[in-house]
């Protein structure tokens, strides 16, 4: 299936890809479609430092 790029007004450094199909569905919370721009590569996530509990006693 084919992806589209859209933006929101209330958003505009934020640019989601969705399902074709998932289009009117975004529309109607307000979500524009933008032309697909080529997308900048994201560095890779970084790993979450674990974290212990302290138990309750």
Not at 26 to 53: F, K, V
């Given at each position: 299936?084919?992806?589209?790029?859209?933006?929101?007004?209330?958003?505009?450094?934020?640019?989601?890809?969705v399902?074709?199909?998932?289009?009117?569905?975004?529309q109607?919370?307000?979500w524009?479609?933008?032309?697909?721009?080529?997308?900048?590569?994201?560095?890779?996530?970084?790993?979450?430092?674990?974290?212990?509990?302290?138990?309750?006693?």
């Amino acid at each position: 299936m084919a992806t589209v790029t859209m933006t929101h007004p209330d958003l505009p450094e934020q640019r989601i890809v969705v399902d074709e199909l998932s289009v009117p569905h975004h529309q109607a919370a307000g979500w524009q479609i933008t032309e697909d721009l080529p997308q900048e590569p994201t560095s890779p996530a970084r790993s979450r430092r674990h974290t212990t509990r302290k138990d309750s006693d």
